[in-house]
């Protein structure tokens, strides 16, 4: 998303000089600003209301409210930033760990609605790196039904796009990607470089 406020924020966020209270608050206000770009699809219908001086038509969220889904534990950062936007979205959670060895996501919790289909899913990620997490929660999602999925991450990397561009066209998913930048590559342990550190850590602290 190439805006001024969400460069400034994410420079912000890079900062090793940045807390935690503060990284959570920028995080928090990034996600709003890229959630406005990541919505602009939500389904609508037309409406009419009254004003204080005449009619006026407009337009209404419309069908099953948006499910919103962010990855535990960094996604729960980017929880309210979007939720105040779409206030009435429902909310569910999937649990991923990475195998620091393989680099390969597997699942330890979800929250999930056995049947998707009609609803659109916005899913949340800091960090788009080797992309086996988001793919993976994809797939979940993709799999019950939902016919338009958007995710939104921080930062990405160029091998994570590429895999998860390669893997929508595969399973032939209604998919969008908003992210704040792209960065320069993955290195060696699989770390977004020049990225901004682990974001669960930096959000909530050390958990070891």
Request: proline share 6%; hydrophobic share 40%; aromatic share 4%.
């Amino acid at each position: 998303m190439d805006h001024p406020l969400v460069a400034h924020k994410l420079t912000q966020l890079r900062s090793t000089g940045t807390d935690s209270p503060t990284f959570r608050r920028l995080t928090d206000e990034l996600v709003t600003l890229l959630a406005y770009e990541a919505t602009r699809t939500v389904r609508v219908e037309a409406c009419r209301v009254t004003t204080p001086v005449t009619e006026a038509d407009g337009v209404r969220l419309s069908g099953a409210p948006p499910l919103v889904v962010p990855i535990l534990r960094a996604g729960l950062g980017m929880l309210e930033g979007l939720t105040r936007l779409i206030p009435t979205c429902e909310v569910g959670f999937v649990g991923m760990v990475r195998d620091e060895q393989t680099l390969e996501p597997t699942t330890y919790a979800e929250r999930l609605p056995k049947d998707l289909r009609g609803r659109q899913c916005y899913v949340l990620d800091p960090m788009l790196a080797t992309g086996g997490s988001l793919a993976a929660t994809v797939k979940f999602l993709h799999d019950r039904g939902a016919d338009q999925i958007t995710c939104i991450c921080l930062l990405a990397a160029p091998e994570g796009l590429a895999r998860i561009r390669t893997l929508a066209e595969q399973w032939q998913i209604s998919f969008n990607l908003v992210v704040a930048a792209v960065d320069d590559h993955l290195n060696e342990v699989g770390y977004i470089v020049p990225g901004l550190g682990d974001a669960g850590d930096r959000l909530y602290g050390l958990t070891e």
